[in-house]
């Protein structure tokens, strides 16, 4: 048998022409848009490189010895290939006849050094205090989703929350591909496995999600929500599986929710909109949302509480902290800051049971909303936004 490190050299081998891409901590993103076209990404720009493949043909062996690597099978019938290299950076590739000027190839690249919390402070993703809220969040189990656009940076954030998961909790990490990487001793990564090339063997997050549960976790971790699946989080959360965490694709706070509900209507059993309503604004309950900037970086720019569903009003949400923008500075850098908006959510009667104050920029946030009469003296405000 082929030790698995000459087979990896021999595969990255086929990937010579990107190879320094493959390399270099600095690149995010690596695109391929046929043999003669391939861009970068850095901190959120894209620059045109000069690296080239010799052929199409050379750039379609690449991707079937990969294909074969991860025991999968591309041609003309199945022209769609998601794999990962033997790093784990995550490989997207539509292939001809389905991409006629292709291949097309888009690989995320896979960071084994993990983003802390502090690190995205520093980076100016959030504020100290909006951090600690979410430690607190996380630490009183609960359910969280992140939400943003690609490549706004959810799975970084995810991965940084779970390093607030108390070290003797069991996590269990369901995936489509591997790219969560929790911070805790006492892990579970199952990942998802399309069919083979005769159709057999799929297994689906729906599966693992099932089969999670009889597992005892004491936190379920899903790396994205899709599709139906969004139904099994959703009444896992409201049946006593507290601390979930998910990443969704939205573009804001309110958004996430119709986005879930969206999601839950595509499972195979049908529930009244009322209802799936009801469940989904009890499930959730607190919304992280995530974006990329006009000048490439990615920051927090909400932390809402989702407070419930009102039939004639719709699903009812509060900005805990929210992203003010104030201009560019001479080089285009966006000019923000994250700022407590005076809610205090009601969360808090949790987090003081477990013994933890909220953050002073929340009260004093709350103390001048109330002088200007924004929200009443609990600092609660009685209507629903979704940033």
């Not at 993703?125 to 989703?145: D, Y």
């Not at 989904?280 to 932390?303: E, M, P, W, Y």
């Not at 994250?338 to 104050?357: K, N, W, Y």
Request: glycine share 10%.
């Amino acid at each position: 048998m082929i030790p698995r490190d000459v087979f990896d050299q021999t595969l990255l081998q086929f990937f010579a022409p990107i190879r320094p891409f493959l390399d270099d901590p600095t690149v995010s993103e690596v695109m391929i848009n046929g043999p003669d076209q391939i861009y970068i990404e850095r901190k959120g720009r894209l620059t045109l490189t000069q690296a080239r493949f010799t052929s199409q043909e050379a750039l379609v062996a690449a991707l079937r010895n990969l294909a074969q690597f991860v025991g999968r099978h591309v041609d003309e019938h199945r022209p769609i290939l998601e794999a990962r290299l033997p790093d784990g950076s995550r490989v997207e590739a539509v292939l001809p006849p389905a991409a006629p000027g292709g291949p097309y190839v888009a690989i995320r690249r896979f960071f084994r050094e993990t983003l802390t919390i502090e690190r995205l402070v520093g980076f100016g993703s959030f504020s100290p205090e909006a951090g600690e809220f979410l430690r607190q969040v996380i630490l009183v189990k609960e359910n969280t989703i992140v939400a943003g656009g690609t490549g706004s940076g959810k799975t970084s954030l995810l991965n940084a929350l779970t390093g607030f998961i108390p070290a003797d909790d069991r996590v269990v990490v369901i995936e489509d591909s591997q790219e969560v990487q929790p911070q805790q001793p006492h892990i579970v990564q199952l990942e998802a496995r399309p069919p083979d090339a005769r159709g057999r063997g799929a297994v689906s997050i729906r599966d693992l999600f099932k089969a999670t549960l009889r597992m005892r976790p004491d936190r379920i971790v899903v790396g994205e929500i899709r599709s139906g699946e969004a139904l099994d989080l959703v009444q896992a959360m409201t049946s006593g599986h507290g601390g979930c965490m998910a990443t969704v694709h939205a573009t804001y706070p309110m958004d996430t929710l119709n986005r879930l509900e969206t999601m839950c209507l595509m499972s195979d059993i049908a529930l009244p909109l009322h209802a799936l309503r009801a469940q989904i604004a009890s499930a959730v309950d607190v919304i992280v949302q995530t974006s990329r900037l006009r000048d490439g970086s990615r920051c927090v720019t909400h932390i809402s509480e989702v407070q419930g569903y009102d039939p004639d009003k719709g699903y009812r949400v509060e900005d805990v902290f929210v992203r003010r923008y104030h201009g560019e500075d001479a080089s285009g850098k966006v000019l923000s800051t994250f700022e407590a908006t005076g809610f205090v959510p009601h969360c808090t009667e949790t987090i003081q049971g477990h013994g933890l104050r909220l953050p002073d920029a929340i009260y004093e946030a709350a103390r001048r909303a109330e002088f200007e009469g924004r929200y009443p003296a609990d600092g609660r405000g009685g209507h629903g936004h979704g940033g």
